[in-house]
């Protein structure tokens, strides 16, 4: 059996585990460490109480494991395993542990358990070689990442700057399996299919003018995303003598919340002044069932984020929903997701006089990206090959 560790039920992950089930091949069991999300529970970084509006536990095998009381997903020493895996992993003959990352405590003492019963460990996580930090930061994860990358069998790599890192560690190629990062492509696009005839409708219920061009932020309000990049950006474009001479018309939908939110309506009052009317809208948090209505009513997402975004599921979304992007160079999924595009869908991040002429591209349509582009590059990146690639893995495996 393959023994998935997981920190709690994630939206994006239960695809790939309803898929792997559904394909039937691989006897396994999705062991979480909290149930985070399931029910209504208090996010740190949106400031709000919410639960995803679609079922993740069903569909697939699965079990909560036993951690420490008040478990906590955002902090390292906030899960905690309080039961031993060994006798787990010998009644339920593991063949092989798969663990999401890193950053809580219970992955690494997972990982020790089964390196002691000789269990090969795989690693799928998100980290790449795009952030930097001085060394003396860098040295004692260096050299925990050294250890731990010695108990790994499999490095199941999301994306080129993901595979990056773990070469970076000397990694062979043939302990390398890409296994895209990708979201549940299908529900985005049926969603996107259906909610097109009343794309007119969205707009008007969020104020953006039937002739402007959309650009959409979706995320949380948060520092490492950089939201009032965007603003910025409009601000800066909107005072340039090509664009306060032309009819061209741009609104912004912020769809989100965070502790950057009080800032981000101060900086849209100051563009409401410059302007004259409003060129904002403030949509709040958008649960997964009503997020595609976003993608649909905008004529391009924008993610400004810093290497703090190891890759950016949002633009998985974008793209599945026929939304062209632009991406920040330090994000994790710019140069798989955005550059195929177009050069121009990736912009130096934190530049905000550049970020500007990107937007002045889309509004005048010097950049136009065509839906059918869009969509089959999201295509690539699909639970089908996922599955394939793991399914392959683990046949390999038990055939030793």
């Known amino acids: ?103 809580v405590l219970a992955y690494w003492q997972a990982v020790w358990v089964a390196h002691r019963q000789g269990i090969p460990v795989w690693l799928r996580a998100e980290t790449n070689d795009l952030h930097t930090s001085h060394w003396y930061k860098r040295l004692p994860r260096n050299l ?37 990062y990708f979201i549940d492509n ?25 002739d402007a061009t959309c650009f959409l932020f979706c995320g949380k309000f948060i520092t490492k995303k950089h939201p009032l990049d965007l603003l910025e950006a409009v601000i800066l474009l909107v005072k340039t003598d090509k664009f306060l001479g032309s009819q061209q018309k741009l609104h912004i939908l912020m769809v989100g919340d965070g502790e950057l939110y009080n800032s981000l309506e101060n900086k849209a009052r ?18 997964q ?25 949002v633009v998985n979304e974008a793209l599945a929903c026929g939304c062209p992007v632009l991406v920040s160079d330090q994000c994790g999924c710019a140069e798989d997701l955005a550059l195929p595009l177009d050069n121009r869908s990736v912009f130096s991040c934190g530049n905000i006089p550049q970020l500007a002429a990107r937007l002045q591209t889309i509004v005048d349509g010097s950049l136009s990206i065509s839906k059918q582009k869009c969509l089959a590059l999201s295509e690539n990146y699909s639970v089908d090959k996922v599955v394939t690639q793991v399914t392959k893995a683990y046949c390999e495996l038990i055939s030793l």
């Open 1 to 103: 059996m393959l023994a998935i560790l997981t920190t709690h039920p994630i939206q994006y992950q239960v695809p790939l585990w309803k898929a792997l089930a559904k394909e039937g091949t691989i006897p396994f069991e999705v062991w979480y460490l909290s149930d985070h999300g399931t029910k209504p529970t208090y996010d740190i970084q949106f400031g709000k109480t919410f639960a995803w509006d679609i079922d993740t536990l069903s569909g697939y095998p699965y079990r909560f494991l036993k951690v420490n009381p008040k478990a906590d997903v955002s902090r390292f020493e906030g899960l905690r395993l309080e039961e031993s895996l060994s006798a787990l992993f010998r009644e339920k003959n593991v063949q092989a542990l798969w663990i999401q990352g890193w950053q």
């Open 144 to 180: 925990a990442l050294t250890q731990l990358f010695k108990w790994v069998s499999q490095f199941l790599y999301i994306g080129s700057a993901n595979r990056r890192l773990y070469k970076q560690f000397n990694v062979p190629d043939s302990r390398l399996i890409h296994t895209p």
């Open 186 to 210: 299908e529900r985005f696009m049926r969603a996107a299919q259906e909610l097109a005839p009343n794309r007119s409708f969205l707009r008007q219920q969020w104020n953006i003018p039937a």
């Open 270 to 287: 100051e563009l409401e002044t410059l302007c004259g009317h409003s060129l904002v809208t403030f949509v709040g948090f958008l649960n």
């Open 289 to 313: 069932t009503d997020i595609p209505k976003a993608y649909v009513a905008a004529d391009c997402l924008v993610l400004p984020s810093d290497a703090g975004e190891t890759w950016g599921l």
